[in-house]
């Protein structure tokens, strides 16, 4: 009951300013389907936050929550994309987005729980969250890369959204990996290798891919910047996968490696599934260039 309390007052406060984001939201784009979802979630979530705390279960809240927040989020995302990003809104609306979909993470340590992220919010949600964040990341930093003057002027912004999107999307890979199998029969073998390899689903495929191209854009556009001359705020830092006094190296080597696997993975257990391999390998081409 003390867990569900603090659950329920730690909620109620996000539920109001994402209903008012929702009327926003559907007042501008109308009856969207994840709009919907997420608007019949938030009733749900008020009317389970009036219950009795001794009934209600804190996990199976926070789980909804995080639901509703990726419905909603999705739809904010979409926007994103079908106006390319606007230059003078876009890195404002990422920002927001990216603290939204961190926001579940929060919540469950601010609940007093006691317990793993994952015994609360389950695998899927938690690579969900990762693998949204880590994917609006690169398709931002995927439009920006184009405009040569933001560019210029943004190179170490820019490089804090590959740093992020990379930490993202590693993290992502790492819920479920490595797998133990040993206990588990199988009759299709090769399933067993990918799940083995860490290969769950098409996303985690994605993700390698996703990583070596933000890594490449680092490397391309970042990487005649003297190392150890990018600051940041210590609360990013915690965000960072790459050093930042070895940003050309860390780079390479965390590209290299993703895509190294992307393409056996690709050109082996799963040939023939249609998976292109042909910019991966100029890639590694790329950071070959780059080994000492």
């Not at 300013?17 to 784009?29: D, H, V, Y």
Request: with cysteine; net charge negative; hydrophobic share 40%.
């Amino acid at each position: 009951a003390a867990m569900a309390g603090a659950a329920v007052v730690a909620l109620r406060q996000r539920l109001a300013g994402l209903g008012r984001r929702l009327e926003r939201l559907r007042g501008a784009g109308g009856e969207d389907a994840f709009l919907v979802k997420g608007a019949i979630s938030l009733e749900k979530l008020k009317d389970l936050c009036k219950e009795d705390k001794e009934t209600v279960n804190p996990s199976n809240l926070l789980q909804l929550y995080t639901q509703m927040v990726l419905d909603i989020t999705y739809f904010e995302e979409n926007q994103l994309v079908d106006e390319d990003f606007p230059e003078d809104s876009s890195l404002q609306r990422v920002k927001e987005l990216i603290s939204i979909l961190s926001e579940p993470e929060v919540l469950v340590k601010e609940s007093n729980m006691h317990q793993d992220l994952i015994s609360v919010l389950g695998t899927e949600l938690l690579e969900c969250l990762s693998w949204r964040r880590g994917a609006l990341l690169y398709m931002y930093c995927h439009t920006v890369k184009e405009r040569g003057c933001w560019l210029t002027e943004n190179t170490d912004l820019f490089k804090k959204c590959l740093n992020d999107g990379i930490h993202y999307l590693l993290k992502m890979l790492r819920f479920r990996y490595p797998t133990q199998l040993n206990d588990v029969s199988f009759q299709d073998t090769d399933t067993a290798r990918l799940l083995s390899e860490g290969i769950f689903s098409d996303t985690h495929v994605l993700a390698m891919m996703y990583i070596g191209e933000m890594c490449y854009w680092g490397l391309k556009h970042c990487g005649e910047e003297k190392p150890g001359t990018h600051e940041m705020d210590s609360e990013s830092n915690t965000e960072l996968y790459c050093s930042l006094h070895s940003a050309v190296l860390d780079f390479r080597e965390v590209g290299e490696k993703m895509l190294m696997k992307y393409v056996a993975v690709c050109e082996g257990l799963l040939k023939g599934q249609d998976w292109n391999t042909a910019n991966a390998k100029l890639i590694l081409d790329y950071f070959k260039t780059f080994q000492s």
